[in-house]
């Protein structure tokens, strides 16, 4: 198993070097100028994204942008972000804050392209993503599907087994519960509410994801208020690392900036979803009139997605435990939030149980996507069942393994998607000169 993982890594360290940093940050700055720095919309399209909108769909707006939050607000802006500065050091977070800025316009823009292409399935709801533009515009059928089933991977590994191995290793760590009780549990729950469908993912979404975030926030903003004296170093530490290269462990300055940006970019990724083009898929089920009135809504996860991992960055960082080596993803937050006396612990607890499952049904809606584009809908029940059996074995798995098969799967998800919004970028431009002025001139 050790020698996989080195395989592994080894690829992780070659495809999120220069190859696909190059490639996402590119296309991150190149969208936003060409889109005229569409991240100054933000706080309209937060507005937005709370105004009903009856219009051909399969859900509201709000519920889509709740699919897409859940699937996003997970262990990778929590569990992740300690990972990256375990392993990265502080100017991790520098990193993480810099892709995800530019993130915005990239989120925005696959939206867009997954709106303005979705079809309706065999069932007469819409369904869109990646692999229908690739195959029904682009003209590219296995490639569509070699994609899919990429994106099938990386549901099951990063949206299913790896959150309910954080479950597992935060309530392991904290009340030393059995792991494959935890597993049992978490499948349980989750067939509950993944059985039922899109519309039973949509209702759990929308009442969970609000409810998460603000206690989420309030801790985190607890802990930074009991060490507001030490809150500007930190951040001088965070901006001084991105660029001397003081890493977790040591180790020559090149290699530990290298290792900061590798943390931050992977880690914006994957908490942001910007680049990996499945925020389109939740996106094409929305009731909306126009490809830029959602995209302009999903494009607003990445800024939230961006304030719980700089929290979490700080509260980290603050704890002081993140260059001993001894400790990691789970682990790591729990020493940061046991600083609060009394509730810290439970309040992590909450929270990333609340997270983690949410994120589980976000990604098992794209994980149904995936397999129906690949099998057709009878295929839908029987995935749903071997889903619930996922959840099992990510429990008892182990966590390094883990992150390190996310970091490869999302590289090879993000790369395909991120061709694609270049060879339809015109499609992107036209689609923002047609709508952009009316949607922001109704807000």
């Not at 499609?427 to 009316?438: G, M, N, S, V």
Request: a positive charge; aromatic letters at 12%; proline letters at 2%.
């Amino acid at each position: 198993m050790d020698e996989i993982k080195i395989i592994i890594d080894k690829t992780n360290e070659f495809l999120w070097g220069f190859p696909l940093i190059v490639l996402l940050v590119v296309t991150h700055i190149y969208l936003t100028f060409k889109l005229k720095f569409i991240q100054k919309y933000i706080f309209k399209a937060i507005k937005l994204s709370v105004k009903k909108d009856d219009s051909a769909g399969n859900v509201s707006n709000f519920a889509a942008l709740s699919i897409s939050l859940a699937a996003t607000l997970g262990t990778g802006s929590i569990v992740g972000m300690a990972t990256a500065v375990a392993v990265g050091g502080p100017g991790a977070v520098f990193w993480m804050l810099v892709v995800g800025f530019f993130g915005v316009a990239t989120k925005y823009a696959e939206c867009v392209l997954s709106i303005k292409y979705r079809v309706k399935n065999e069932n007469n709801e819409y369904a869109g993503g990646p692999m229908y533009i690739m195959k029904n515009v682009l003209k590219q059928k296995w490639f569509a599907y070699i994609f899919a089933f990429i994106g099938l991977c990386v549901a099951v590994i990063a949206g299913g087994m790896l959150q309910v191995n954080t479950i597992a290793d935060v309530l392991g760590d904290a009340y030393g519960t059995n792991s494959y009780l935890v597993g049992v549990v978490v499948a349980v729950l989750v067939g509950v509410v993944i059985l039922g469908g899109l519309k039973n993912i949509a209702k759990a979404c929308e009442f969970l994801v609000p409810i998460m975030g603000v206690v989420y926030l309030i801790a985190a903003l607890i802990i930074l208020a009991m060490h507001i004296e030490a809150v500007p170093a930190v951040a001088a530490l965070i901006v001084k690392s991105a660029f001397s290269g003081k890493a977790a462990f040591g180790g020559f300055a090149g290699v530990a900036i290298m290792k900061a940006v590798f943390m931050g970019t992977s880690r914006s990724v994957f908490s942001t979803e910007a680049g990996l083009g499945s925020a389109g898929i939740a996106a094409a089920a929305a009731k909306t009139e126009n490809p830029v009135r959602q995209g302009l809504i999903a494009s607003t996860s990445v800024f939230w997605a961006m304030l719980v991992c700089t929290l979490t960055g700080f509260i980290i960082l603050l704890a002081g435990d993140w260059h001993s080596g001894a400790k990691f993803a789970g682990d790591l937050c729990n020493s940061a939030f046991a600083t609060i006396p009394y509730a810290g612990v439970v309040i992590l607890v909450v929270s990333l149980v609340v997270f983690s499952f949410t994120t589980i049904i976000g990604w098992a809606y794209y994980g149904e996507k995936f397999i129906e584009f690949l099998g057709g809908g009878k295929v839908i029940i029987p995935f749903r069942i071997l889903w619930l059996g996922f959840m099992f074995l990510g429990a008892v798995a182990a966590s390094r393994l883990v992150w390190s098969l996310v970091e490869l799967f999302i590289a090879l998800f993000a790369i395909p998607n991120l061709i694609m919004i270049f060879i339809l970028r015109k499609d992107i431009f036209k689609e923002t000169d047609k709508y952009l002025e009316k949607e922001i001139k109704n807000i």
